[in-house]
């Protein structure tokens, strides 16, 4: 199971529309077969500032969007936000942390994360006393 977590989700969804300081990377979640797949999408953003740790049972995704603005550039609108962004997702005890894999491609981050095989289902042999 993979559980998601942002305090600020139920006090207002769009609270980043005016909050600079917090910048939030949309992403997709899904379960296909045995591994879970997450897409992020995280455009504009350089390859090597994107940082995918995880440690116990958190996966932590950070990255950083900037542009250089020189002193003969006069910014007429700047609505694409600049800075860090980061989220956190929480995993269940029955994944596979060791087997994490990462790639960036076209402005989205795709990170998957298989089920560990102590929890796929199995089939139990029933045995008869004879």
Sequence with gaps: ML??????REIDPFATRWDDSR????MDVYREGDRFVVHMDLPGVRPDSI??????????????????????V????NERRQGTFSRQ??????????????????????VVIPVAE???ARRISVSTSS
């Design 23 to 26: 910048l939030v990377a949309p």
């Design 89 to 110: 997702l929480f995993l269940g005890e029955g994944l596979d942390t060791d087997h994490i894999e990462a790639r960036y491609a076209d402005g989205v981050l795709t």
């Design 51 to 72: 940082e995918v740790t995880v440690e116990k049972n958190v996966l932590t995704i950070r990255a950083e969007r900037s542009w250089p603005v020189t002193e003969d």
């Design 118 to 120: 102590r929890a796929k």
């Design 3 to 8: 559980m998601r977590f942002d305090p600020f």
């Design 74 to 77: 006069e910014l007429l609108v």
